[in-house]
């Protein structure tokens, strides 16, 4: 069987399983991991085929024995360490690209990229984006149109099975929000956007689970404006902690916005669990979340940095209990359709043959 070797430069983190599951399930092709590092330092996802590139003495030897047709490398920034490889030794180089490592939103940001990818743009021979939004970036930096393709990230159903959420007529309102804790978040735009709400909805509580740079920015936020009762910083959780997190919740909101430093969003995951999951959504025009949320039909958007429209968004379903259902199933429509993981799976393994098939034919 022909093989595609991930290349990872770091042990992916606990918020990256979805790259692991991209590595992992492939069916028509073998995946291989190499990596720079052993694979005992992978402690949160191991992998059953994992090479160490110091420790490979002759690359070429191990290339042909291994059946490589492609170096897949998950994020951009890391493919330039990859890149001298797979062309010294003719091996068609994939790259995945997901935000940050794309961005062409500030001006410092757009010349750092276009510099650092020059020989990535000459000789990469695939690259993926998230979304048609960063294509777009992609673009922007020279990567020719016509080895562009968007992938979208796949959500395993199973995980996250639909469920109907109501509002409750008396007790806790749960507001979720899951993500890093850093600036593209918005987290401190949310605080303020909940702190507009409070006193119509005093029943009405924020649960954070991420954790980040910006923690103790966002505490003292939430300190300085006593909100210690009704938000909680409730930390790091896995997959299946966050999926029983998503049955117990009322809505969702993730407020992404542009970071000083130009970082950015492709399609969050965690959107697509709380939609998966039955949730109603509020987010931001911000990236590639139009991609995903239909203003007012599949959840409610708002201006990024706006924290006056996000409150009303979530004031939209909180005074119209009645819209939830309509909302959250053609949110989950959304989803088996266009980022379910088996579908996406196979997407990749096409984009593959595609891309190697070219490659050939040079």
């Known amino acids: 069987m022909k093989t595609i070797a991930f290349y990872i430069k770091e042990p992916m983190k606990v918020n990256q399983g979805f790259m692991y599951d991209q590595t992992v399930l492939l069916d028509q092709y073998r995946p291989i991991v190499i990596g720079p590092f052993p694979n005992s330092n992978n402690a949160l996802f191991k992998f059953k085929d994992f090479y160490n590139l110091n420790e490979i003495q002759d690359l070429s030897a191990f290339f042909k024995e291994q059946n490589v047709v492609a170096i897949h490398a998950h994020q951009g920034k890391h493919a330039l360490d990859i890149l001298p490889i797979a062309t010294k030794y003719d091996i068609p180089l994939i790259v995945h690209f997901r935000g940050r490592d794309s961005s062409t939103q500030t001006e410092k940001r757009y010349r750092k990229n276009l510099k650092r990818y020059q020989e990535l743009v000459k000789y990469g021979e695939g690259y993926f984006a998230v979304c048609h939004f960063l294509a777009g970036e992609l673009k922007r930096l020279g990567f020719p149109e016509n080895k562009i393709h968007v992938l979208y990230g796949g959500l395993d159903l199973d995980l996250h099975p639909f ?15 899951v993500a890093r804790l850093v600036e593209k978040k918005g987290f401190l735009t949310l605080l303020k956007a909940f702190q507009r709400i409070q006193d119509k909805y005093p029943q009405v509580t924020l649960h ?54 130009g970082d950015v969003e492709g399609i969050p995951n965690a959107l697509k669990e709380a939609m998966a999951s039955g949730l109603p959504v509020v987010s931001t025009f911000h990236g590639g979340i139009p991609e995903l949320i239909e203003h007012k039909k599949t959840g409610y ?46 997407e990749q393994q096409r984009l593959y043959g595609i891309i190697e098939g070219k490659f050939q034919n040079k």
């Not at 469920?163 to 929000?177: C, D, F, V």
């Not at 300085?224 to 009322?250: C, P, W």
């Not at 819209?323 to 980022?339: D, G, H, M, N, P």
């Open 163 to 177: 469920s109907t959420h109501s509002l409750p007529a008396n007790g806790e309102i749960r507001i979720l929000s």
């Open 208 to 261: 954070i689970i991420g954790t980040g740079k910006d923690e103790e920015k966002i505490q003292n936020h939430i300190d300085e404006q006593q909100l210690h009762d009704r938000v909680f910083l409730r930390g790091s959780m896995n997959s299946m902690q966050i999926s029983k997190e998503l049955k117990t919740a009322h809505l969702f909101c993730l407020a992404s916005e542009t970071g000083e430093d």
């Open 301 to 346: 958007l708002a201006p990024e940095k706006n924290d006056f429209e996000l409150a009303q968004g979530l004031m939209h379903f909180l005074d119209h209990p009645e819209l939830w259902s309509r909302y959250t199933k053609l949110a989950r429509q959304v989803i088996e359709e266009k980022f379910d993981l088996k579908k996406q799976i196979q």
